[in-house]
RNA sequence: GGCGCCAUGGUCAAGCGGUUAAGACAUCACCCUUUCACGGUGGUAUCACGGGUUCGAUUCCCGUUGGCGUCACCA
Protein backbone atom coordinates (compact mmCIF):
# COMPACT_ATOMS: atom_id res chain seq x y z
CA UNK A 1 0.00 0.00 0.00
CA UNK A 2 1.11 3.45 -1.19
CA UNK A 3 2.48 5.57 2.05
CA UNK A 4 0.30 8.52 2.87
CA UNK A 5 0.39 11.12 5.50
CA UNK A 6 -1.29 14.61 6.07
CA UNK A 7 -0.30 17.66 7.41
CA UNK A 8 -3.28 18.97 8.98
CA UNK A 9 -3.24 22.47 10.43
CA UNK A 10 -5.82 24.68 11.83
CA UNK A 11 -5.51 28.35 10.41
CA UNK A 12 -4.26 30.11 13.89
CA UNK A 13 -2.39 32.59 11.76
CA UNK A 14 1.14 31.40 12.41
CA UNK A 15 3.66 28.29 11.99
CA UNK A 16 4.41 26.51 15.38
CA UNK A 17 7.78 25.41 15.14
CA UNK A 18 6.63 22.20 17.19
CA UNK A 19 3.87 21.99 13.86
CA UNK A 20 6.39 22.90 12.01
CA UNK A 21 8.31 19.86 12.56
CA UNK A 22 5.23 17.26 12.53
CA UNK A 23 4.57 17.99 9.00
CA UNK A 24 8.42 18.16 8.38
CA UNK A 25 8.30 14.48 9.79
CA UNK A 26 5.01 13.35 8.09
CA UNK A 27 6.98 14.88 4.96
CA UNK A 28 9.56 12.77 5.03
CA UNK A 29 7.67 9.53 5.91
CA UNK A 30 5.78 9.50 3.11
CA UNK A 31 8.76 10.69 1.02
CA UNK A 32 11.16 8.08 1.95
CA UNK A 33 8.78 5.22 0.86
CA UNK A 34 7.65 7.80 -2.53
CA UNK A 35 4.30 8.20 -1.04
CA UNK A 36 2.17 11.20 -0.81
CA UNK A 37 2.16 14.01 1.38
CA UNK A 38 -1.01 16.09 1.77
CA UNK A 39 -2.13 19.23 3.10
CA UNK A 40 -5.32 19.43 4.66
CA UNK A 41 -6.79 22.65 6.56
CA UNK A 42 -8.52 22.04 9.60
CA UNK A 43 -11.01 25.53 10.06
CA UNK A 44 -13.91 23.63 12.19
CA UNK A 45 -13.89 26.34 14.85
CA UNK A 46 -15.58 29.50 13.33
CA UNK A 47 -14.37 31.46 16.28
CA UNK A 48 -10.83 31.21 15.73
CA UNK A 49 -10.85 32.17 12.05
CA UNK A 50 -7.97 34.23 11.34
CA UNK A 51 -7.55 36.34 7.97
CA UNK A 52 -4.92 35.41 6.19
CA UNK A 53 -4.11 32.15 8.14
CA UNK A 54 -3.94 29.79 5.47
CA UNK A 55 -1.45 31.80 2.81
CA UNK A 56 1.10 31.42 5.95
CA UNK A 57 0.76 27.76 6.24
CA UNK A 58 1.56 28.06 2.13
CA UNK A 59 4.46 30.18 2.59
CA UNK A 60 5.77 28.26 5.80
CA UNK A 61 5.70 24.78 3.80
CA UNK A 62 6.84 26.48 0.41
CA UNK A 63 9.80 28.12 2.25
CA UNK A 64 10.95 25.14 3.97
CA UNK A 65 10.59 23.25 1.23
CA UNK A 66 7.83 20.63 1.86
CA UNK A 67 5.74 19.95 -1.08
CA UNK A 68 2.16 18.50 -0.98
CA UNK A 69 0.90 16.47 -3.24
CA UNK A 70 -2.69 17.30 -2.90
CA UNK A 71 -4.01 19.72 -0.85
CA UNK A 72 -6.07 22.84 -1.20
CA UNK A 73 -4.96 24.73 -3.73
CA UNK A 74 -3.61 21.81 -6.43
CA UNK A 75 -6.25 19.46 -5.19
CA UNK A 76 -6.22 15.81 -5.79
CA UNK A 77 -8.72 12.72 -5.54
CA UNK A 78 -10.05 12.86 -2.08
CA UNK A 79 -10.84 16.43 -1.65
CA UNK A 80 -12.05 19.23 -1.02
CA UNK A 81 -8.83 19.77 1.52
CA UNK A 82 -10.21 22.19 3.47
CA UNK A 83 -12.65 21.17 6.34
CA UNK A 84 -15.33 24.01 6.06
CA UNK A 85 -16.07 22.84 2.30
CA UNK A 86 -16.31 19.18 3.16
CA UNK A 87 -18.89 20.32 5.83
CA UNK A 88 -21.05 21.45 3.05
CA UNK A 89 -21.51 17.87 1.62
CA UNK A 90 -22.97 16.85 4.40
CA UNK A 91 -20.29 14.37 4.94
CA UNK A 92 -19.40 14.66 8.93
CA UNK A 93 -23.23 14.14 9.71
CA UNK A 94 -23.76 11.57 7.49
CA UNK A 95 -21.34 9.71 9.11
CA UNK A 96 -22.19 10.81 12.79
CA UNK A 97 -25.48 9.38 12.19
CA UNK A 98 -24.31 5.76 10.64
CA UNK A 99 -22.63 5.94 14.12
CA UNK A 100 -26.19 7.21 15.92
CA UNK A 101 -27.96 3.86 14.29
CA UNK A 102 -25.02 1.74 15.66
CA UNK A 103 -25.72 2.99 19.05
CA UNK A 104 -22.01 4.53 19.41
CA UNK A 105 -23.35 7.87 19.70
CA UNK A 106 -26.57 9.76 20.57
CA UNK A 107 -27.76 13.10 20.86
CA UNK A 108 -27.41 15.37 22.80
CA UNK A 109 -29.51 18.22 23.83
CA UNK A 110 -27.93 19.46 27.35
CA UNK A 111 -27.51 23.30 27.60
CA UNK A 112 -24.51 25.23 28.96
CA UNK A 113 -25.99 25.27 32.16
CA UNK A 114 -26.00 21.65 32.87
CA UNK A 115 -23.00 20.99 31.16
CA UNK A 116 -21.06 23.53 33.58
CA UNK A 117 -23.06 21.80 36.63
CA UNK A 118 -20.73 18.88 35.69
CA UNK A 119 -17.86 20.94 35.79
CA UNK A 120 -15.24 20.94 38.84
CA UNK A 121 -12.05 21.86 39.65
CA UNK A 122 -8.99 20.30 40.57
CA UNK A 123 -5.77 22.01 41.45
CA UNK A 124 -7.22 25.23 39.50
CA UNK A 125 -8.11 23.18 36.63
CA UNK A 126 -11.50 23.01 35.09
CA UNK A 127 -12.32 19.33 34.66
CA UNK A 128 -15.37 17.94 33.46
CA UNK A 129 -16.82 14.52 32.33
CA UNK A 130 -19.87 14.29 30.69
CA UNK A 131 -22.75 11.77 32.52
CA UNK A 132 -24.78 9.98 29.69
CA UNK A 133 -27.42 12.02 30.31
CA UNK A 134 -28.96 12.27 27.13
CA UNK A 135 -28.06 8.53 26.57
CA UNK A 136 -31.49 7.49 28.35
CA UNK A 137 -33.61 9.60 26.13
CA UNK A 138 -36.14 7.44 24.10
CA UNK A 139 -36.08 7.78 20.46
CA UNK A 140 -39.45 9.62 19.99
CA UNK A 141 -38.20 12.56 22.95
CA UNK A 142 -35.36 12.73 20.60
CA UNK A 143 -37.34 12.88 17.55
CA UNK A 144 -39.65 15.29 19.43
CA UNK A 145 -36.44 17.50 20.48
CA UNK A 146 -35.18 17.54 17.02
CA UNK A 147 -38.77 18.61 15.77
CA UNK A 148 -38.95 21.34 17.92
CA UNK A 149 -35.44 22.47 16.55
CA UNK A 150 -33.53 21.93 19.86
CA UNK A 151 -29.95 22.82 19.53
CA UNK A 152 -28.04 19.30 20.39
CA UNK A 153 -24.61 17.90 19.29
CA UNK A 154 -24.07 14.38 18.83
CA UNK A 155 -21.76 12.50 21.10
CA UNK A 156 -19.61 9.08 21.14
CA UNK A 157 -20.70 6.75 23.32
CA UNK A 158 -17.82 4.92 24.94
CA UNK A 159 -18.66 2.10 27.33
CA UNK A 160 -18.13 2.26 30.71
CA UNK A 161 -16.37 -1.35 31.78
CA UNK A 162 -13.56 -2.72 30.04
CA UNK A 163 -10.32 -1.25 28.52
CA UNK A 164 -9.61 -0.20 24.92
CA UNK A 165 -6.15 -0.73 23.97
CA UNK A 166 -4.30 1.49 20.94
CA UNK A 167 -0.76 0.96 19.55
CA UNK A 168 1.65 3.88 18.75
CA UNK A 169 4.09 3.56 16.17
CA UNK A 170 6.48 4.61 18.56
CA UNK A 171 5.23 4.05 21.99
CA UNK A 172 3.59 1.02 21.60
CA UNK A 173 0.50 -0.32 23.37
CA UNK A 174 -1.10 1.81 25.73
CA UNK A 175 -3.70 0.46 27.58
CA UNK A 176 -6.83 2.38 29.59
CA UNK A 177 -10.02 1.50 31.35
CA UNK A 178 -12.83 2.83 28.93
CA UNK A 179 -14.19 4.44 32.66
CA UNK A 180 -11.57 7.02 31.63
CA UNK A 181 -13.35 7.69 27.94
CA UNK A 182 -15.20 10.43 27.66
CA UNK A 183 -18.47 11.04 25.87
CA UNK A 184 -16.95 13.44 23.53
CA UNK A 185 -18.63 15.63 20.87
CA UNK A 186 -18.39 14.05 17.76
CA UNK A 187 -20.84 17.37 15.90
CA UNK A 188 -20.96 20.61 17.40
CA UNK A 189 -24.45 22.32 17.67
CA UNK A 190 -23.45 24.59 14.67
CA UNK A 191 -23.42 21.44 12.33
CA UNK A 192 -20.07 21.05 12.37
CA UNK A 193 -17.51 18.14 13.42
CA UNK A 194 -14.84 18.32 16.61
CA UNK A 195 -11.49 18.26 15.28
CA UNK A 196 -11.30 14.68 16.49
CA UNK A 197 -14.57 13.54 14.51
CA UNK A 198 -13.20 14.88 11.34
CA UNK A 199 -9.83 13.57 11.70
CA UNK A 200 -10.73 10.45 11.99
CA UNK A 201 -13.34 10.79 8.78
CA UNK A 202 -11.10 12.30 6.82
CA UNK A 203 -7.78 10.16 7.59
CA UNK A 204 -9.87 7.13 6.64
CA UNK A 205 -11.75 9.09 3.61
CA UNK A 206 -8.30 10.42 2.55
CA UNK A 207 -6.49 6.84 2.55
CA UNK A 208 -3.93 8.32 5.14
CA UNK A 209 -1.76 5.46 6.50
CA UNK A 210 0.33 7.28 9.02
CA UNK A 211 -1.26 9.45 11.24
CA UNK A 212 1.97 11.62 12.19
CA UNK A 213 0.73 14.38 15.17
CA UNK A 214 1.82 15.71 18.21
CA UNK A 215 1.87 13.89 21.28
CA UNK A 216 -0.88 15.67 23.36
CA UNK A 217 -2.81 13.90 21.23
CA UNK A 218 -1.80 10.77 22.94
CA UNK A 219 -4.61 10.42 25.46
CA UNK A 220 -7.53 11.30 22.69
CA UNK A 221 -5.89 8.06 20.92
CA UNK A 222 -7.88 5.27 22.47
CA UNK A 223 -11.47 7.36 21.93
CA UNK A 224 -10.47 7.25 18.04
CA UNK A 225 -9.68 3.61 17.59
CA UNK A 226 -13.38 3.38 19.04
CA UNK A 227 -14.49 5.23 16.34
CA UNK A 228 -12.56 3.39 13.79
CA UNK A 229 -13.97 0.38 15.41
CA UNK A 230 -17.58 1.27 14.91
CA UNK A 231 -17.02 2.21 12.08
CA UNK A 232 -15.27 -1.18 10.66
CA UNK A 233 -12.29 0.98 9.18
CA UNK A 234 -8.85 -0.15 8.81
CA UNK A 235 -7.12 2.00 12.23
CA UNK A 236 -3.94 3.91 10.38
CA UNK A 237 -0.32 3.50 12.44
CA UNK A 238 -0.10 6.32 14.85
CA UNK A 239 3.22 8.44 14.99
CA UNK A 240 3.06 10.46 17.99
CA UNK A 241 5.87 13.03 18.46
CA UNK A 242 7.29 14.54 21.66
CA UNK A 243 6.90 18.14 21.91
CA UNK A 244 9.66 20.61 21.68
CA UNK A 245 10.33 22.93 24.87
CA UNK A 246 12.11 25.93 25.69
CA UNK A 247 14.71 25.96 28.17
CA UNK A 248 12.31 25.45 30.91
CA UNK A 249 10.87 22.50 29.50
CA UNK A 250 7.76 24.04 29.04
CA UNK A 251 6.10 24.36 25.67
CA UNK A 252 7.75 27.08 23.05
CA UNK A 253 5.77 30.09 23.88
CA UNK A 254 5.70 33.51 22.09
CA UNK A 255 7.59 34.65 25.23
CA UNK A 256 10.39 32.71 23.77
CA UNK A 257 11.19 34.97 21.03
CA UNK A 258 11.13 31.95 18.69
CA UNK A 259 8.30 29.89 18.88
CA UNK A 260 7.24 30.31 15.12
CA UNK A 261 9.08 29.36 11.91
CA UNK A 262 8.25 33.03 10.87
CA UNK A 263 9.74 34.18 14.58
CA UNK A 264 13.24 32.50 13.04
CA UNK A 265 12.97 33.47 10.42
CA UNK A 266 12.80 36.92 11.32
CA UNK A 267 15.83 36.21 13.07
CA UNK A 268 17.75 36.09 10.12
CA UNK A 269 18.19 32.11 10.42
CA UNK A 270 17.28 30.63 7.32
CA UNK A 271 14.34 28.65 5.77
CA UNK A 272 16.27 25.00 5.11
CA UNK A 273 18.39 25.21 8.20
CA UNK A 274 15.24 25.71 10.63
CA UNK A 275 14.07 22.67 9.10
CA UNK A 276 17.53 20.62 9.42
CA UNK A 277 17.82 21.78 12.90
CA UNK A 278 14.37 21.27 13.64
CA UNK A 279 14.51 17.47 12.56
CA UNK A 280 17.32 16.74 14.91
CA UNK A 281 14.87 17.14 17.49
CA UNK A 282 13.54 14.23 18.24
CA UNK A 283 14.70 12.72 15.91
CA UNK A 284 18.44 11.16 14.71
CA UNK A 285 19.86 9.23 11.75
CA UNK A 286 22.05 6.00 12.43
CA UNK A 287 24.99 7.80 10.86
CA UNK A 288 26.28 11.05 12.96
CA UNK A 289 25.83 13.17 10.32
CA UNK A 290 24.29 16.67 11.23
CA UNK A 291 23.78 19.20 8.69
CA UNK A 292 21.92 18.25 5.34
CA UNK A 293 19.27 18.96 3.04
CA UNK A 294 16.05 17.70 2.43
CA UNK A 295 16.67 15.42 -0.12
CA UNK A 296 19.74 13.82 2.42
CA UNK A 297 16.88 13.53 5.19
CA UNK A 298 14.43 12.15 3.30
CA UNK A 299 16.96 9.19 2.70
CA UNK A 300 18.00 9.07 6.12
CA UNK A 301 14.69 9.06 7.69
CA UNK A 302 13.69 6.15 9.74
CA UNK A 303 10.40 7.09 11.17
CA UNK A 304 11.59 4.39 13.85
CA UNK A 305 14.12 6.33 15.48
CA UNK A 306 12.12 9.19 16.58
CA UNK A 307 12.37 9.86 19.98
CA UNK A 308 9.89 9.48 22.87
CA UNK A 309 10.73 12.21 25.18
CA UNK A 310 10.90 15.87 24.75
CA UNK A 311 13.49 18.28 23.57
CA UNK A 312 14.91 21.81 24.35
CA UNK A 313 15.60 24.29 21.56
CA UNK A 314 18.98 25.19 21.93
CA UNK A 315 18.88 28.56 19.86
CA UNK A 316 22.42 28.66 20.59
CA UNK A 317 23.06 25.64 18.41
CA UNK A 318 20.91 26.55 16.03
CA UNK A 319 22.95 29.86 15.15
CA UNK A 320 25.63 27.77 15.17
CA UNK A 321 24.26 25.14 12.51
CA UNK A 322 23.01 28.94 10.49
CA UNK A 323 26.65 30.28 11.04
CA UNK A 324 27.67 26.33 9.06
CA UNK A 325 25.27 27.14 6.55
CA UNK A 326 26.54 30.83 5.65
CA UNK A 327 29.89 29.87 5.76
CA UNK A 328 29.47 26.93 2.87
CA UNK A 329 26.82 28.68 0.62
CA UNK A 330 27.97 29.38 -2.66
CA UNK A 331 29.83 32.55 -3.06
CA UNK A 332 26.79 34.64 -6.02
CA UNK A 333 24.16 33.61 -3.01
CA UNK A 334 26.11 34.58 -0.46
CA UNK A 335 26.60 37.63 -1.80
CA UNK A 336 22.55 38.40 -2.96
CA UNK A 337 21.36 37.67 1.04
CA UNK A 338 24.59 39.83 2.31
CA UNK A 339 24.56 42.80 0.61
CA UNK A 340 21.69 44.66 1.53
CA UNK A 341 22.79 44.53 4.87
CA UNK A 342 26.06 45.38 3.77
CA UNK A 343 24.77 48.16 2.16
CA UNK A 344 22.17 49.55 4.90
CA UNK A 345 25.25 49.77 6.93
CA UNK A 346 28.40 51.31 5.34
CA UNK A 347 27.96 54.89 4.37
CA UNK A 348 31.33 55.47 2.55
CA UNK A 349 32.37 54.71 -0.91
CA UNK A 350 34.63 52.01 -0.22
CA UNK A 351 34.06 48.28 -1.23
CA UNK A 352 31.74 46.59 0.14
CA UNK A 353 31.69 43.40 -1.91
CA UNK A 354 35.08 42.53 0.06
CA UNK A 355 33.76 43.51 3.58
CA UNK A 356 30.78 41.01 2.84
CA UNK A 357 32.94 38.51 1.83
CA UNK A 358 35.20 39.19 5.13
CA UNK A 359 32.33 38.34 7.27
CA UNK A 360 31.10 35.64 5.66
CA UNK A 361 32.54 32.92 8.08
CA UNK A 362 31.98 35.47 11.19
CA UNK A 363 28.60 35.66 11.33
CA UNK A 364 25.55 33.06 12.58
CA UNK A 365 22.64 35.49 10.68
CA UNK A 366 22.75 37.96 8.28
CA UNK A 367 21.47 40.71 10.76
CA UNK A 368 25.22 40.28 12.61
CA UNK A 369 26.66 42.14 9.91
CA UNK A 370 25.98 45.89 10.41
CA UNK A 371 26.97 45.10 14.13
CA UNK A 372 30.47 43.54 12.64
CA UNK A 373 30.85 45.92 9.90
CA UNK A 374 29.93 49.08 11.73
CA UNK A 375 33.78 50.19 12.04
CA UNK A 376 34.42 50.59 8.73
CA UNK A 377 32.19 53.87 8.99
CA UNK A 378 34.81 54.98 11.75
CA UNK A 379 36.13 54.03 14.89
CA UNK A 380 34.26 53.88 17.86
CA UNK A 381 35.77 56.80 20.03
CA UNK A 382 35.22 55.23 23.30
CA UNK A 383 36.92 52.03 22.46
CA UNK A 384 38.71 50.45 24.79
CA UNK A 385 42.31 51.14 25.31
CA UNK A 386 43.55 48.96 26.75
CA UNK A 387 43.48 46.48 24.47
CA UNK A 388 46.44 47.37 23.68
CA UNK A 389 47.84 45.51 26.03
CA UNK A 390 47.90 41.95 24.88
CA UNK A 391 49.17 39.01 27.09
CA UNK A 392 49.11 36.53 24.74
CA UNK A 393 51.51 38.30 22.23
CA UNK A 394 53.74 39.66 25.24
CA UNK A 395 52.23 43.31 24.39
CA UNK A 396 52.13 46.36 26.43
CA UNK A 397 50.65 49.68 25.92
CA UNK A 398 53.66 51.46 25.25
CA UNK A 399 55.46 48.81 22.83
CA UNK A 400 51.91 48.99 20.99
CA UNK A 401 52.50 52.88 20.98
CA UNK A 402 55.73 52.76 19.15
CA UNK A 403 54.90 50.66 16.73
CA UNK A 404 52.11 52.56 16.19
CA UNK A 405 54.42 55.67 15.32
CA UNK A 406 56.86 53.44 13.65
CA UNK A 407 54.47 52.71 11.59
CA UNK A 408 52.90 55.60 10.50
CA UNK A 409 55.91 57.15 8.53
CA UNK A 410 56.33 53.76 6.07
CA UNK A 411 52.62 53.66 5.62
CA UNK A 412 52.55 57.34 4.41
CA UNK A 413 54.85 56.48 2.19
CA UNK A 414 53.39 53.95 1.13
CA UNK A 415 51.36 54.21 -2.46
CA UNK A 416 50.41 50.61 -3.18
CA UNK A 417 47.43 49.93 -0.48
CA UNK A 418 46.95 46.56 -1.41
CA UNK A 419 46.84 43.86 1.54
CA UNK A 420 49.41 41.64 -0.35
CA UNK A 421 52.32 44.86 -0.59
CA UNK A 422 50.95 46.01 2.69
CA UNK A 423 51.47 42.99 4.47
CA UNK A 424 54.82 42.38 2.73
CA UNK A 425 55.65 46.16 3.99
CA UNK A 426 54.55 45.71 7.24
CA UNK A 427 56.64 42.25 7.62
CA UNK A 428 59.19 43.66 6.45
CA UNK A 429 59.35 46.08 9.07
CA UNK A 430 58.58 43.46 11.73
CA UNK A 431 61.38 41.42 10.86
CA UNK A 432 63.59 44.86 11.64
CA UNK A 433 62.21 44.23 14.84
CA UNK A 434 62.00 40.93 15.18
CA UNK A 435 58.38 41.13 15.93
CA UNK A 436 56.24 38.00 15.38
CA UNK A 437 53.64 38.80 12.72
CA UNK A 438 50.91 38.55 15.23
CA UNK A 439 52.74 41.32 17.73
CA UNK A 440 53.21 43.57 14.83
CA UNK A 441 50.00 43.43 13.91
CA UNK A 442 47.78 43.68 16.94
CA UNK A 443 47.77 47.47 17.75
CA UNK A 444 47.47 48.02 13.86
CA UNK A 445 44.39 46.26 13.98
CA UNK A 446 43.30 47.89 17.10
CA UNK A 447 44.01 51.47 16.03
CA UNK A 448 41.72 50.89 12.55
CA UNK A 449 38.69 49.31 14.12
CA UNK A 450 38.89 49.76 17.83
CA UNK A 451 37.74 46.25 18.30
CA UNK A 452 39.51 42.96 20.06
CA UNK A 453 37.77 41.20 17.12
CA UNK A 454 36.86 42.16 13.66
CA UNK A 455 36.00 40.83 10.37
CA UNK A 456 39.24 40.64 9.03
CA UNK A 457 43.00 41.54 9.53
CA UNK A 458 45.08 44.44 9.79
CA UNK A 459 46.20 45.35 6.34
CA UNK A 460 42.69 44.04 4.60
CA UNK A 461 41.77 46.43 6.95
CA UNK A 462 43.83 49.24 5.89
CA UNK A 463 43.52 48.17 2.03
CA UNK A 464 39.31 48.65 2.80
CA UNK A 465 39.22 52.01 4.23
CA UNK A 466 42.03 53.21 2.04
CA UNK A 467 45.47 55.42 2.58
CA UNK A 468 43.67 58.32 4.07
CA UNK A 469 41.55 56.82 6.26
CA UNK A 470 44.16 54.78 7.63
CA UNK A 471 46.35 57.27 8.27
CA UNK A 472 44.19 59.42 10.26
CA UNK A 473 43.06 56.53 12.27
CA UNK A 474 46.68 55.78 13.15
CA UNK A 475 47.17 59.03 14.41
CA UNK A 476 43.97 59.42 16.06
CA UNK A 477 45.27 56.21 18.14
CA UNK A 478 48.39 57.69 18.97
CA UNK A 479 46.97 60.65 20.02
CA UNK A 480 44.65 59.16 22.19
CA UNK A 481 47.29 57.08 24.49
C1' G B 1 -6.83 14.95 41.62
C1' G B 2 -7.78 10.63 37.79
C1' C B 3 -5.50 8.73 33.58
C1' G B 4 -1.37 8.52 30.28
C1' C B 5 3.60 9.38 28.57
C1' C B 6 8.71 10.32 29.49
C1' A B 7 13.68 10.03 32.25
C1' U B 8 21.91 9.17 29.39
C1' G B 9 26.44 15.51 30.55
C1' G B 10 24.13 22.60 30.78
C1' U B 11 21.59 21.32 25.62
C1' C B 12 20.70 17.86 21.23
C1' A B 13 21.91 12.86 21.41
C1' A B 14 24.17 7.40 20.11
C1' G B 15 23.47 3.06 22.81
C1' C B 16 19.15 -1.57 22.31
C1' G B 17 22.66 -7.46 28.58
C1' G B 18 29.33 -7.44 28.73
C1' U B 19 31.50 -0.44 25.55
C1' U B 20 37.59 3.12 28.20
C1' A B 21 29.07 5.12 27.70
C1' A B 22 29.93 7.66 20.52
C1' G B 23 29.27 12.40 18.18
C1' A B 24 27.57 17.74 18.06
C1' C B 25 26.61 22.69 20.57
C1' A B 26 28.27 25.23 24.85
C1' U B 27 32.51 25.53 28.24
C1' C B 28 37.89 25.27 29.58
C1' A B 29 43.12 24.60 28.23
C1' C B 30 46.76 24.34 24.73
C1' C B 31 48.59 24.65 19.56
C1' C B 32 48.82 26.87 14.75
C1' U B 33 48.73 31.00 11.77
C1' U B 34 49.68 36.16 6.42
C1' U B 35 47.82 39.30 11.81
C1' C B 36 42.24 38.99 15.71
C1' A B 37 38.66 35.46 14.28
C1' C B 38 38.53 30.83 11.81
C1' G B 39 40.93 26.16 12.41
C1' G B 40 43.37 21.97 15.07
C1' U B 41 44.27 19.01 19.54
C1' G B 42 42.95 17.77 24.26
C1' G B 43 40.16 18.33 28.99
C1' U B 44 35.85 18.95 32.43
C1' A B 45 30.86 16.98 32.46
C1' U B 46 25.80 12.12 31.76
C1' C B 47 23.16 6.76 32.72
C1' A B 48 17.39 10.42 38.72
C1' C B 49 16.73 7.01 43.14
C1' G B 50 15.49 2.14 45.34
C1' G B 51 14.44 -2.84 44.65
C1' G B 52 14.45 -7.13 41.70
C1' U B 53 15.82 -10.67 37.10
C1' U B 54 20.78 -12.14 35.55
C1' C B 55 27.27 -14.73 36.05
C1' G B 56 26.71 -9.50 34.52
C1' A B 57 22.57 -4.10 34.07
C1' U B 58 22.55 2.53 31.17
C1' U B 59 20.01 -1.39 28.60
C1' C B 60 14.69 -6.00 31.01
C1' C B 61 10.70 -5.85 35.25
C1' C B 62 8.51 -3.35 39.60
C1' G B 63 8.26 0.78 42.79
C1' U B 64 9.68 5.93 44.19
C1' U B 65 10.75 10.71 42.68
C1' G B 66 10.59 14.33 39.06
C1' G B 67 8.96 16.45 34.43
C1' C B 68 5.33 16.78 30.74
C1' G B 69 0.57 15.89 28.56
C1' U B 70 -4.68 15.30 29.03
C1' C B 71 -9.50 15.66 31.42
C1' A B 72 -13.91 21.82 26.01
C1' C B 73 -19.54 22.32 21.40
C1' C B 74 -10.16 24.38 20.79
C1' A B 75 -7.45 22.12 17.78
Redesign the pocket.
Known sequence: MKVRTRF???P?GYMHIGNLRTALYAYLIAKHDNGDFLLRI???????EVEGAIDIIYNSLKLAGLSHDEGPDIGGPVGPYVQSERVKSGIYMEYAKKLVEKGEAYY?????ER?SKL?KT??G??????DKHCLSLSKEEVEANLKAGK???IRQNNPTTGTTTFNDD????????N??L?D??LI???G?????F??VVDDHLMNITHVVR???????APKYNRLYDAFGWDIPKYI?C??I?D?????LSKRHGAASFEDMINLGLLPECIVNFVA?????P?S?D?IFDLQKMTELFDY??I????????M??L???NG?YI?TMPKDKYLEMAMPYVEKSITKSIDKKKIAI?VK??IEVFPDIPEKIKFFNEVDADYDKNLYANE??KLTKEESLSILKEILPILEETSDFS??N???T??EYGKSKEF???????P??IALSG???????????ASIIGKDETLKRLKDAINSF
Open positions: APSTEDTDKNRCFCDELKVNEEISFYPFVLYGDITVDSEDMVKSDYPTYNANGNEYLSSHPPTETHHKLLGWSANEKRSKSPAVLDTKKWMKECTRKNNDLFALKKVGKLMWIRLENTPAGATEI
